[in-house]
């Protein structure tokens, strides 16, 4: 059975830092996915960033890029998402999941928003954790 699991969420001022990590146990392909997605108060989720565990590549959403910075330590089986330069709207939960396929985490990442039933289409994701950034 495959559990993910976020941490590092909390409070910060704009312009402040934070660290997630998304920590993935029982997946037993080699190659998989990894996705930040979020999902603001009142608000549909959409995709933040991606990491595959194949080749190291990683993908941003425009809004983060120069930002957010996301790596992984497979020894720790965990994906972090450096956060630098927060603001206001990056508040939200932050959720992780883990995918087989690259190409159905980056289509979910290019829709922007994604539907409850879009997000469906990923089986795995964690509980999230909260990011708030106050003015």
């Known amino acids: 059975e495959v559990h993910v699991v976020e941490s590092g969420g909390g409070s910060v001022q704009a312009g402040g830092s934070l660290r997630l990590s998304c920590v993935v146990s029982?997946?037993?392909?080699?190659?998989?996915?990894i996705g930040w997605f979020r999902q603001a108060p009142g608000k549909e989720r959409e995709g933040v960033s991606a990491i595959s565990s194949s080749d190291g590549n990683t993908y941003y959403v425009d809004s983060v890029k120069g930002r957010f910075t996301i790596s992984s330590d497979n020894a720790k089986n965990t994906v972090y998402l450096q956060m630098n330069s927060l603001k206001p709207e990056d508040t939200a939960v932050y959720y992780c999941v883990a995918e087989e396929s690259r190409s159905l985490v980056l289509a979910l990442m290019a829709l922007g928003t994604i539907t409850t039933r879009q997000a469906g289409y990923l089986e795995h994701w964690g509980q999230g954790t909260l990011v708030t950034v106050s003015s």
């Open positions: 029982g997946f037993t392909r080699d190659n998989y996915t």
